[in-house]
Nanobody, 130 residues
Framework: QVQVVESGGGLVQAGGSLRLSCAAS????????MGWFRQAPGKERDFVAA????????YYTDSVKGRFTISRDNAKNAVYLQMNSLKPEDTAIYYC???????????????????????WGQGTQVTVSS
């Protein structure tokens, strides 16, 4: 049974930092590209960041470029989202997801559309106060 579990959310003041973690089990982690999405209150879920199977390629939505960093550790079956210079508009539930990677391990494929993702976590709340 595949499980994707996020952790690390919380309440932080604007300008602060948080590091989200995501642990995946029940799958061959290195076969999957990984991504983070978020859903703010009353809004649709949106793409935040993605990382390729090897970790060599990353991709971000414009609003988080230069502030957020996605990384992965295939030995630990984990993916991380380091969030710096947080803003109140970053407040959302953050979801981790796994997308079966087409192409080889070093193909560099990343995915930003929800239908490309096969497994999702339950989410972790991030609240940024002004």
């Amino acid at each position: 049974q595949v499980q994707v579990v996020e952790s690390g959310g919380g309440l932080v003041q604007a300008g602060g930092s948080l590091r989200l973690s995501c642990a995946a089990s029940g799958l061959t982690f290195s076969m999957y590209a990984m991504g983070w999405f978020r859903q703010a209150p009353g809004k649709e879920r949106d793409f935040v960041a993605a990382v390729s199977r090897s970790g060599g390629v990353t991709y971000y939505t414009d609003s988080v470029k230069g502030r957020f960093t996605i990384s992965r550790d295939n030995a630990k079956n984990a993916v991380y989202l380091q969030m710096n210079s947080l803003k109140p508009e970053d407040t959302a539930i953050y979801y981790c997801a796994a997308a079966y990677g087409r192409g080889g391990f070093f193909s560099g494929s990343v995915y930003y559309n929800e239908p490309d993702y096969d497994y999702w976590g339950q989410g972790t709340q991030v609240t940024v106060s002004s």
